[in-house]
């Protein structure tokens, strides 16, 4: 099982089921669902944009 693993066999294994079975016509994709859980998260990489501060308003209150 490691070595099959290691390997990536049971990857390679999957995507050929995958293949055969789409070219089959036989996956209903209205039922597929996506998951990214199993994706590594990019660390450090700066978002876009810019954020409004959440910090409190230098304004006065008017109460």
Known sequence: ???WTDAEVF????QIMLDRLNA???IDWSRAAMDGSHID???GVPAPGHRRSTAASPARSTT
């Open 41 to 43: 998260a990019k660390k």
């Open 11 to 14: 990857d390679q294994m999957h």
């Open 24 to 26: 089959a016509n036989r």
């Open 1 to 3: 099982m490691k070595r």
